[in-house]
Structures are given as structure tokens and as C-alpha cells.
């Protein structure tokens, strides 16, 4: 039994033809010139999905074999019977294949509880019927982190209300500073514009956020309000106070630069009395509560007000470089500040996240962080300073760790690998390094230094260093470090980028084959040094990896999105699937018209047809089997 579809693409005209019996679901890919005749024959394992055999096929037309001449131009129904059978009369019950006749909370389960989102996407391109169940989780969440982002989606959602309807959380970043140049800003208006023409159809809205720099006029939050009656998380810039029953709030302060360092410490500033009406007498449900403000941040707000609040389900809370209690002289006002803070902690036993983002020494925020032993006692992910990591009741029930303190000499690391130590259940840990000690470091010495992190935290499955300043470390020197850590599975590097830098994708091979439990990571290379974890610096090259592996667990290649900064004009990206065996292509090659490379101008083509269907059917098998479903059966 054979399905066969077509796809068109240029000048030719694809036919997979589907034999379980013969290939263990083969695909033959076969390609047809300008008059319509078959010439070649592509057939495709699709256990080896990126082996190709080549058979040149007779002069025979397509009509010949049974198989229409037009092209199609949407993907077929991929387990209907070949057209060249014979059909079945109106009145005889054609039965459908098992796979089609799967009930449909079974496949949306599968898209429920599917972990990778390219796993979703591959189940969605199996047939149309999969792509309507899948939908909700394919477009379930929309994060737009580029000004070209932001123009091409909010348009295609303006025209495409059937697919808008499917958002349930949506985060608007127009004009970042990591990807915009300057003098390439676009309108935020015309943004926010966008974003209330297709407000009626997010009928699933639940979050919205809005990282702009410029606060949307007030036709936005009307429109949000009167179409979205399940929004309940709002995430922006200063101005939002018309909002109740809100389950997640984030404010925050941003800054393009730190030139403002120059006139001094800013003036305090209190924010209106409406916010806080808002948040303590209008939210009692609170469950995720943000004041952020990176430091240094160039408005100083007092935010002492917030721990006045009780919000009973309150689970996670982060407060900025902000003012929370009295940077006078009156010892008794700022023990009355401290104490209050203190208490707002012990009262709220379900917190699970807690983030602090003060200047280091800063006299408007508690030098200290003491609670009492019951307290906290769900907490789980912490992100501030070393000296409030020493305080925290329960380390061992800590999983997710960001320290925000610079490790900017020698002698400031061994504290952290003590207080390491203690936290043994310690999964995710984010660091912030500064390598510039005049000369004092040698390669070998960057290597002991990651060397032991790791060994600090020896069941840490994901790693985030962030390092901003020169000299440097390489590539090669971390992949080393990283043998000490065998339970890692995953890590980001933010780095500043060297002109001796691999290519990435030889990097992201190197790292695989020496440390093959990686399965996934990110490497970020900036132009800039960015002397705070504000942000600021303007990324060079951005690369997301993910390796595949073979039956037997065995690294045999490696997935890999790089995208480059704009140069010459023109933004470059590309995605690939490049064997570990082989030698890398050349990274940026774009000679060839079907090159790998994308820019503004063209679309990439980064991997056959034919092998994205036999993803789909892959992704399709593995949905199957995690049901205990024969995949033979469905044929």
C-alpha cells in the first residue's frame, strides 16, 4: 500500500512514496523535467533520515504511473491511499487508517505534554487533521525578540484571526538594544497599532507583555481589556495602573546606557498612589509580582509600599534597584524599613522565587537578608548577591541559583565555591565573571576556574556564564571544563567575541564530541563590553544547538541556528543539520542561489523536503510509541 503527495517548489515536483513493508516507512523523493517525465528517484530511510540514494528512473510520465502531472500547492493527506488504487464507490464505508482514526484528546494530549516545541511542529506537518489539533500548542506562546519579528507577525496575525485565536501568552520586544543598530529604530506606535488591530481575535490571551521603550497609548490596555477576558498577566514599562484581579505583574525600569553615571546617584521618586491601589487592594490573588530595575538603573523609585502588601498566593517576587527602606541617617527608621522587609518575607510562606537586583553596597537596600528558620521554606530559585546566598534557611531544598555578585579578581571566587557546597541539590547556576585582572590568569588557569564551578555543584544539569569583559576565555578551553560535569545536559555562554574565535559550528562539534551528554546549548558573542547585567551590549552572533542522537545514545550530529548582526547592510541567518563525521561546510557561503544562508531579502532553505517530512513522521513515531502505540498499525 502505497500514499503518495506532492509539493512544488521552483521547477520541481516532489513525490514521497510511503512502504512500511519495504523501507520501514521509506520515502522515495522523485523529481520530474519541465515536460512532466520522471527522471530520478531519491529514495530516503527515514531510520536514516539523512542517507540518499540515488536510482535514475526510465523516461515514463507521471500519467503513466497513475500519478497526477499539476502540482499542488498544500502538502496532502500523508496516509491516504495512492490515487492509482482503485476507489471505492459512495455507498461502500471507506475505512479510515488507524492513525487518522486516533481520537482527538489522544493527539492533543500528545501536544500537551510534547517537551520540545519542534517536536509540536514536527507532529503538525502529518497531515492537516494534526496540524487543527496541534494548533493550540504550536502558537500557544509568541515571543517577538526583533524589530523584523515584530512587523512580520503582528501583520500575519492581523490577516490570520483562526491562528491569533490560539495565543495565550504574547511578548512584544520592539527596538532591542542586542539586535537594533543605531539609527534603525522603528515606530513603537505603529507596533502597539498592530497589537490592538488584533486584540478581538486573541480570545486565549492570558499574558501580555510589552518591552518597548515608549509606553502604548492607552487604545492598547482598553482594547486588552474589552477583548481578552482571560488576561491575567501584564508585564510594561511605567503607567499601568487600570487593571484588577491581575494573577502577574511586572514593571520595569530600562536604561539604553549608562552615560547618566556621569551626573551622579539620580533623585528619588515615589510611584502614583494608583499602583498600589492596584496591587494590594485590586489583586489580592497575586501570584507573580515584579518591580524590576537591573542595576544601576537611571530612575530611582521608591517601592517601600510593596511589602506592605499580603498576597497569599504570592510565588514569585522581584525587586529592582529600587528604594526599600530610608538611605538617612535615622538609624530608627531605617531598622523600622528593615524589619518590615524582613517580615514580608516570613509571611508569605509559598514563595518559591525570590530575585534581588541592588547596587552592591547600596544604602537604600538592606544590607542583610535574615529571616527565621521556617521561613521560605518552598523557596526554590534564588537570584542576587552572595551575601544574602549565606542566609537562606533551607539550601538544600534550592534548585535554581543566579548570582548576581561580579567575580572580578582572584580572590573573589573561593567564597562562591564555599557557599557552593552547601547547596548539593543545586540543578541551574548562573554566574557573572570578569576576566581582566591584568594578566594575572593564564589559559590554564580560566580552565581550573570552570573546572570548579562544576565540581561545586556536581548535580547541576544546566550552566549560564556570562562574561562581558577583555581578555577572554576560549571556546576550547570551556569545552575541557566541561568533562568534570557529567550529569549537565545543557548551558548558555555569553561572551564578548574574538577575532581567534572558531567558527561556532566547529565550536558546538568540538563540544559534543568531547562532552557527548550536552544536548543542548547557546553561545552568544557581543560587540560590546557590557560592564552590568542590565544588558547594553549589542550581540554579534547568536548560535542555538541541539544534538541528535543515534539508537544506541551515541552523538552522530548536531542541529545548529546561527544568526549574525547586521553587516554590509543586511541581517544573515541559517539553520542546519551538520554530521559529526564530516568536515563543517563553509559557515557563510552565499554563492550558491540555494544556499543555506538567509538574510531580509530571501527565505533559507536550510534542510531538503524531504527531510523535514521525515521529521514529521519521526516526531509522529516517537508521539506514538510514548502511547504504546504500534506504529505499524497506523498503516
Given amino acids: ?34 515536460r512532466g517525465r520522471l527522471t530520478h528517484l531519491y529514495i530516503i530511510d527515514l531510520g536514516q533520515p539523512h542517507t540518499l540514494s540515488f536510482c535514475p528512473m526510465p523516461s515514463r ?26 476507489r471505492r464507490t459512495a455507498s461502500t464505508n471507506s475505512p479510515k487508517s488507524l492513525i487518522e482514526a486516533l481520537p482527538s484528546f489522544v493527539i492533543y494530549e500528545i501536544g500537551r505534554q510534547a517537551e520540545s516545541l519542534c517536536d509540536v511542529l514536527n507532529l503538525s506537518l502529518a497531515s492537516s487533521r494534526m496540524r487543527s489539533l496541534i494548533a493550540p500548542f504550536l502558537y500557544s506562546n509568541i515571543e517577538l525578540k526583533t524589530n523584523k519579528q515584530c512587523k512580520a507577525t503582528l501583520v500575519f496575525l492581523s490577516k490570520r484571526p483562526e491562528i491569533a485565536q490560539h495565543i495565550r501568552r504574547l ?19 505603529l ?86 491601589e492596584m496591587l494590594i487592594e485590586r489583586c489580592p490573588r497575586m501570584e507573580e509580582l515584579s518591580l524590576s530595575a537591573p542595576a544601576p538603573a537611571h530612575r530611582l523609585f521608591d517601592v517601600r509600599n510593596v511589602v506592605l502588601g499580603r498576597w497569599p498566593r504570592l510565588k514569585s517576587i522581584t525587586l529592582g534597584d529600587m528604594i526599600l527602606q530610608s538611605g538617612t541617617r535615622d538609624d530608627g527608621t531605617a531598622m523600622a524599613d528593615y524589619q518590615t522587609f524582613m517580615k514580608f518575607f516570613t509571611m508569605h510562606t509559598r514563595l518559591r522565587h525570590v530575585a534581588f537586583q541592588q547596587s552592591v553596597g547600596a544604602s537604600t537596600f538592606p544590607s542583610a537578608f535574615s529571616v527565621p528558620f521556617s521561613a521560605l521554606s ?77 565540581l561545586a555543584c556536581p548535580t547541576l544539569r544546566h550552566f549560564q556564564l556570562m562574561c562581558f569583559t577583555r581578555p577572554n576565555f576560549r571556546m576550547k578551553e570551556f569545552s575541557r571544563a566541561l568533562r568534570n560535569a557529567p550529569n549537565l545536559e545543557s548551558f ?12 561556532m559550528v566547529a565550536s558546538a562539534i568540538r563540544i559534543i564530541q568531547e562532552n557527548p551528554n550536552i544536548q543542548e546549548f547557546t553561545l552568544q558573542y557581543t560587540q560590546d563590553r557590557w560592564p552590568t547585567l542590565s544588558g547594553g551590549g549589542r550581540l554579534r552572533q547568536l548560535g542555538i544547538f541541539r544534538t541528535e542522537y543515534d539508537e544506541f545514545g551515541n552523538p552522530v550530529a548536531v542541529h545548529g541556528m546561527e544568526r549574525r548582526a547586521k553587516t554590509l547592510g543586511y541581517e544573515s541567518s541559517r539553520r542546519y ?49 510514548y502511547y504504546r502505540i504500534p506504529f505499524s498499525l497506523c498503516f
Fill in 1 to 34: 500500500m502505497f500514499s503518495s503527495f506532492f509539493e512544488t517548489w521552483g521547477c520541481l515536483s516532489t513525490s514521497f512514496l510511503l512502504s512500511p513493508s519495504i523501507y520501514d516507512l521509506g520515502t522515495c523523493l522523485a523529481t520530474r523535467s519541465g
Fill in 378 to 454: 518552598n523557596l526554590e530559585s534564588f537570584h542576587g548577591p552572595l551575601k544574602y546566598l549565606r542566609s537562606i534557611p533551607h539550601p538544600e531544598k534550592l534548585r535554581f541559583l543566579t548570582l548576581t555578585s561580579l567575580h572580578h579578581t582572584t580572590s573573589s571566587f573561593s567564597p562562591t565555591f564555599t557557599a557552593l557546597q552547601d547547596f548539593q541539590n543545586l540543578e541551574s547556576l548562573s554566574v557573572w565573571v570578569d576576566l581582566s585582572f591584568g594578566g594575572q590568569l593564564n589559559l590554564q588557569d580560566e580552565s581550573q576556574l570552570f573546572n570548579t564551578f562544576l
Fill in 577 to 625: 543539520v551538520q554530521s559529526l563525521a564530516s568536515k563543517p561546510s563553509s559557515p557563510w557561503d552565499t554563492r550558491s542561489p540555494r544556499s543555506s544562508v538567509s538574510s531580509d531579502a530571501r527565505s533559507f532553505t536550510s534542510t531538503s523536503f524531504s527531510t523535514k517530512v521525515g521529521d514529521a513522521v519521526l516526531g509522529l513515531r516517537q508521539a506514538l510509541l
Fill in 492 to 503: 548558555t555562554i555569553t561572551k564578548m567575541y574574538k577575532s581567534s574565535d572558531d567558527e
Fill in 61 to 86: 510520465t507521471l500519467s503513466a504511473m497513475g500519478l497526477s502531472s499539476s502540482p499542488i500547492p498544500k502538502l496532502k493527506n500523508m496516509f491516504k491511499q495512492d490515487s492509482s488504487s482503485p
Fill in 171 to 189: 511578548a512584544v520586544h520592539p527596538n532591542p538594544l542586542e539586535w537594533t543598530p543605531l539609527g534603525e529604530e522603528i515606530d513603537e506606535g
Fill in 191 to 276: 507596533v502597539a497599532n498592530l497589537i490592538t488591530r488584533i486584540c478581538p481575535s486573541l480570545r486565549s490571551l492570558e499574558s501580555f507583555a510589552w518591552e518597548g521603550w515608549e509606553m502604548p497609548s492607552d487604545e492598547l490596555w482598553i482594547s486588552l481589556r474589552k477583548s481578552c477576558s482571560r488576561l491575567k498577566g501584564i508585564s510594561s514599562t511605567i503607567g499601568l495602573f487600570n487593571f484588577s484581579d491581575l494573577k502577574q505583574f511586572s514593571l520595569t525600569v530600562k536604561s539604553r546606557s549608562l552615560e547618566w553615571l556621569k551626573g551622579g546617584q539620580p533623585k528619588p521618586e515615589r510611584l502614583p498612589r494608583r499602583l498600589w
